[in-house]
């Protein structure tokens, strides 16, 4: 297991003391009542605050890349996704390919274009033909996520938030925040920033836990120094990033190696 | 020829002259005389704008399905997009498909992934293999226009600010809102708003004038009720409708029959 590339620590801000002391000489004795009630539940969000501080880390985790056993739901990488500068102002660069397997066969993300037959022949070798893969989700509409859709003209096709079964499009709350349960184990949530309408998938109760498929919400375990640059808006893929070191166990990133989250209590 | 669903007015600003008045009161001799300069600036400025507001008004156009002749290039839908409520809360809906010969053979939008064969055999109609494709541009990373990418891995992919061949990213300015020219004829210009990436293609010099293969820009002819919903951001999208309205001729919508531009002084 390769360590802790990154850290990051959350606080909420304990201090509301300059505030209520100016509005309590300025109310009556109603408004004043009110204002107690005020500081009576900041008081308690300080502690629940203090109490929520945690350290969060970051690990590639190379012994999980063979596959994540689970109940009802495996997850597996295909194709680990890469982007490497090149030395004359490119870069090369392919997003990850993940397959969720159990009551419902569920692809995230297809690769680019090029990707066909590693594609097919991934599935092959776990005894797949693209008929069987009942859910396909694109991440985001970039071409190294969503260059292969056409091998799945039967799916459920989901990219960014748009849900469709042929031509035919569903109603949906993606784009308004609201997850797209597919059973009570695998969720499509929201997660945009890096586009306007970026989603992940969500797998809970495998063998580490929560695995986040994130698409590129983290590109990397190790990203901080290009995240931003390549994001739509950085602020709230920030809130999304935050949310997702919070609740997922495992990330499996759009251009790099799956990686744990380790949540640790500060002081 | 269907005419006129939709009308748009286009005039500047023409009044300045409550705040110069002001700034004269103010000023030393030197800049009086800069002042005096830009009033008369702002004067040519009005003048212009009176000279430039113009009705603009848009038809369907059947005549040009067939396909618009050109040199060097013509320009052909391959598929007329769609997009219809059902019933029961959902929508049947396909990207158009346009097809730009001459020089470079460029797709324009790949329908969805459910178009593969019909994308195949309109190619073959026209003695083209998937092979001749040197570039595919895909407007907007949606589904129902990026669904057949992988026919085309050996072609230059453009998937909205994305330009890609292989897996080997292309450095370009079209986020920061610059064309890309693939030759002096045909140009790849950003045209966000529906997403945040979306691009439009510019073919000029065509037998009916100047070309614009809009995506998602455009819904359809007769679209003021229904594309800013779609829209991610509507401000945006909307400075970009109204400079296409101002330039093109013809503009192919993203699921709707082509239509002619046409503008006429006011006054």
Redesign the interface.
Known sequence: MHFSEEESQFSLSKSSGYVIPWVLARTTQFRRALVLTLVSVISRQSLFSMEATVSITKSECAELCAGIEGEPYSVSVLKEGYCTA?PD??????GTISLVRGPKTVLVDTG?????ELLLSELKERGLSPADVTVVV?T?????H????????RAT?I??C?I?E??????NQLAEGQPYRLDEHVSVIPTPGH???DVSVQVKGTSVGTVLIAGDLFECCADEDSWRELS?NPEVQEVGRQKALREADVIIPGHGRLFRVHRAPLN
Chains 1, 2 share one sequence.
């Open positions: 090149q102002g490119t870069f090369r660069a392919d680019g274009p090029w990707d066909r694109g985001h509409g970039h071409s190294d969503i260059g292969n859709l056409n091998l799945f003209p096709v990219v960014g748009d469709s042929g031509d035919r499009y569903l109603p586009t306007g309408r739509e």
